[in-house]
């Protein structure tokens, strides 16, 4: 873990959304000391102006602590490959590869020990959730210290690898769900003829409002839907009209249909 007076070495491969995120809130906390690694000029700027030491090839990048593999799936196996063949240790490895699992990272990297990331885009704006892996033999350290680092752009929890397609169809889709909810909200009130920027503001802060409820919230989800409910009021009508057309059985069904690809996504990457 890291100590009071030494800043931890963080090496992240791959400056993309999801990496460049994890840079913001990392370079802000002031505990790690930052490399880049990307072949692409623009996000290196970014990764410079955010106070990281870039580098656009792997074999030039200094050695570390912690290594973030944020690339694409597609890329993990050179970049493995890469670090392997450096012979590159630290005392931790996590990847936020989509679809790529600790054994199969493992059969690359056995000199450190891995975590596997699947965080969601909240993370840009310090609010994402993501959920980590760790197998039963790593030691404790390495799962404190994923919490720590993630915990820097939102929240984070520890998850049995067997469940993360079924998080996935969740937390990882589930901004999309919440946004599509908030672009219909705002479309009503747009036509109803309040203009498009305030609309914008009362559905974005509704929906907003709605997740801080949630998450600090000692209540049940069902008893903060009867808080809103008013006997023979707009919600109970609102809500009537949505449990006769069966929108909650078609959301779950559309859930299931995230989770069937994201398994059929694992199993094209991990081949």
């Known amino acids: 873990m890291m100590t009071e007076n030494k800043k931890t070495k963080a090496l992240i491969i791959g ?32 990764a410079s102006r955010c106070g990281a030491e870039v580098f656009s090839k792997l074999e030039g990048a200094p050695s570390a602590d912690i ?26 490895l996590i990847s936020i590869a989509a679809g790529i699992s600790i054994e199969h990272i493992k059969s690359y990297i056995d000199s450190m020990p891995v975590v596997r990331a699947m965080p969601n885009t909240p993370l840009a704006v310090g609010e994402g959730m993501t959920a980590l892996c760790v197998s039963d033999a790593e030691p404790p350290e390495a799962a404190e210290e994923a919490l720590h680092l993630f915990s820097l752009s939102g929240a984070a929890e520890i998850i049995n690898e067997n469940i993360i397609d079924a998080v996935t169809a969740v937390s990882g889709s589930g901004p999309a769900y919440f946004i599509l909810l908030a672009g219909e909200m705002k479309k009503f009130l747009s036509e109803k003829g309040m203009d498009e920027a305030q609309a914008s503001s009362f559905a974005a802060r509704t929906v907003l409002g709605s997740g801080k409820l949630m998450a ?11 808080n809103v409910v008013s006997p023979g009021g707009t919600t109970e009508a609102a809500l009537n009209h949505i449990e006769k057309k069966g929108l909650k059985k078609i959301f779950y069904k559309a859930m299931e249909k995230a989770l069937k690809r994201a398994r059929e996504l694992s199993k094209e990457e991990g081949q």
Not at 16 to 44: H, P, Q
């Open 216 to 226: 600090d919230s000692e209540q049940s989800f069902e008893q903060l839907i009867k």
């Open 67 to 92: 290594y973030i593999l944020a690339v694409k799936p597609q890329e993990i196996d050179a970049v493995l490959k890469k670090i392997k063949s450096s012979v590159l240790k630290g005392r931790l």
């Open 15 to 46: 400056c993309g959304k999801m990496g460049g995120s994890l840079l913001k809130s990392m370079a802000d906390s002031g505990l790690y000391n930052i490399y880049v690694v990307d072949t692409d000029e623009s996000r290196r700027k970014y």
